[in-house]
């Protein structure tokens, strides 16, 4: 009887009035993103200049981390995949998520092929005076990799453990966009521009997993679960404080006035952050 009770009241979680909206917005903001990304970090001298001096710093990081960084960045794209077709080949057969499954494959691959796109079809980075290497290499492929397998196991995973599944795996994409630039492979406006690009791609995916798959989207609010604490979504928000405070506070130090001072590691910490 208990059980028939809890069952009766746990609702579906369809697209309610005005979500669809949230979800045009949220697209929206991710393109715009990514094309502002792009014209300012690649189009623009000041664009240029801090992003190039983020990469060129990252030489003072790097004897202590690159070692890790390298051996993380060649275990990366087998880690990704790995992980992301064993939870969605797992929740497909398991769960017969079968519609979820192919929305979410079908954008994960959609964002790795458009990244390589991109880095074809964009112009290569203009002469304005910087030092830099004219290839194009935005966005970044390999956090394009991790941060697409985290949004796809995100997709596929039940509402309740999507807090704590969307917290690991951000975590799991920043981290991989972090050693990309600690390894020198990539500028901080790569990292991103990969991040804008998969959500330009997993947000459609989202509402339409929301739309048409929604008999299994039951949330049972914060709390009933550990997969649904709120830890998960406190986390997210004191670390993107405390990387806004340090981000401020690196350019702070070299901006121009009186107490201006030589950059050393600050665009390197401001570009991280």
């Known amino acids: 009887m208990t059980f028939s009770r809890q069952a009766q009241g746990r609702t579906p979680a369809r697209p309610t009035p005005g979500s669809g909206f949230m979800f045009a917005f949220a697209w929206l903001a991710c393109v ?32 202590p981390a690159g070692k890790a960084a390298t051996q993380f960045l060649d275990w990366l794209p087998t880690i990704s995949l790995v992980v992301a077709a064993v939870v969605v080949l797992f929740v497909t057969v398991i ?109 459609p995916a989202g509402w339409l997993i929301v739309r048409y798959c929604g ?3 039951v949330w049972d609010g914060f709390g009933r679960h550990v997969g649904s604490a709120k830890i998960w979504l406190t986390l997210p928000v004191l670390i993107g404080l405390v990387s806004a405070a340090v981000a401020v506070y690196s350019l702070a130090r070299i901006a121009p006035g009186p107490a201006q001072e030589g950059s050393t590691t600050n665009y390197f910490w401001a570009g991280i952050s």
């Open 215 to 217: 008999a299994w989207n």
């Open 95 to 203: 769960r017969r998520r079968w519609t979820a499954a192919g929305i979410a494959v079908a954008a994960c691959i959609g964002a790795n092929v458009a990244t390589q796109v991109l880095k074809d079809v964009l112009p290569t980075r203009p002469d304005k005076g910087v030092v830099t290497l004219e290839l194009n290499s935005l966005p970044s492929g390999h956090t394009t990799l991790a941060a697409s397998a985290a949004a796809a196991v995100f997709l596929m995973a039940s509402p309740r453990w999507r807090p704590m599944a969307g917290f690991v795996g951000g975590t799991f994409a920043i981290a991989s966009g972090v050693s990309t630039l600690i390894n020198q492979w990539h500028r901080p406006a790569d990292v991103v521009a990969a991040f804008l690009l998969v959500g330009a791609f997993m947000i």
């Open 32 to 63: 715009v993103g990514l094309i502002a990304t792009y014209y300012y970090f690649v189009q623009t001298t000041t664009g240029q200049f801090i992003d190039e001096s983020a990469l060129v710093e990252a030489v003072d990081i790097h004897g």
